[in-house]
Structures are given as C-alpha cells and as structure tokens.
C-alpha cells in the first residue's frame, strides 16, 4: 500500500495472530531504509546485488586515514542513497571518523567511530528532513 510504512523490525508475531503490525511516518520509514543501507553490506541482498554499501571493505584493506576513511564511506553511501531512496532528495550528507575506545579496562580496545550526518528534502511532503547515525567499523581484531 502506497503511504503506508511499517517499523523495522517487523513485529511478524502480532501479523500472525491477525494484530496490526506498529505503522511509522515517512521520515521515520525513510531513516529506517537509510541506516539498513548503510550497514548493509554491498553484495550481500540477494535480490539487487547493487544494494548496501561498501563500508566494510575498510575492515580488509590496509589502515587509511580517518580523511580517507570519511571521503570512501561519503561516497559510498552518496551513490547507494540516490540509487536506492528515491522519497529523499539528498541535499548534503557528512561523515566523521574518530577512534574510540571501547570495552573496559582488562579487554579495551580501539575501534572506529563513523557518524552520519544526511540532510534532504522529503520529496512526498517538500519537508526537509535530516538523519543521524553512529557505527563502529574495523579493525575486525583485538
């Protein structure tokens, strides 16, 4: 149904005993699709191999810079985004990496802190429309 967008998860139980599954606004839906695409790896859906983003290459290549890092996982998700949302019109998107320790002190260690910023426009309702998300990346040891 056209207009109509369901919570991620999907509560498949409450469908299942004929309840109605927990419904959400555009904006919450588009925020939604925008963070399973980021975390998504590239590849990885079966049915649109051109789905996700590439991100977690980051774990398996030589340490980069944390400019180089922001400019790959920019683009990356850059082109996902136009390819994929097409509700959003996509105005600018920002990307910070950080190192951030994590765990405590017998087992800390050091992880990758990516946070993304994405301001648009809604283009069902012309109202504008901003996203927030932090993840940890690489490295995949220690």
Excluded: W
């Excluded at 207009?3 to 998860?9: F, L």
Aim: hydrophobic content about 40%.
């Amino acid at each position: 149904m056209k207009g109509v967008y369901y919570k991620i998860p999907i509560d498949f139980v409450s469908i299942m005993d004929e309840r109605i599954a927990e419904k959400v606004s555009i904006d919450q839906s588009i925020s939604q699709h925008l963070f399973i695409i980021a975390i998504t790896p590239l590849g990885r859906c079966k049915f649109d191999d051109t789905f996700g983003t590439e991100i977690f290459e980051v774990d398996f290549e030589l340490p980069k810079s944390d400019n180089s890092i922001k400019e790959f996982i920019s683009k990356t998700i850059t082109e996902s985004i136009v390819r994929h949302e097409k509700r959003l019109l996509m105005e600018d998107i920002e990307v910070t990496v950080r190192n951030t320790d994590i765990g405590n002190i017998g087992t800390k260690r050091v992880k990758k802190k990516v946070s993304i910023s994405i301001k648009g426009l809604v283009i069902e309702t012309d109202r504008p429309f901003f996203f927030q998300k932090s993840f940890f990346i690489g490295p995949l040891s220690h």
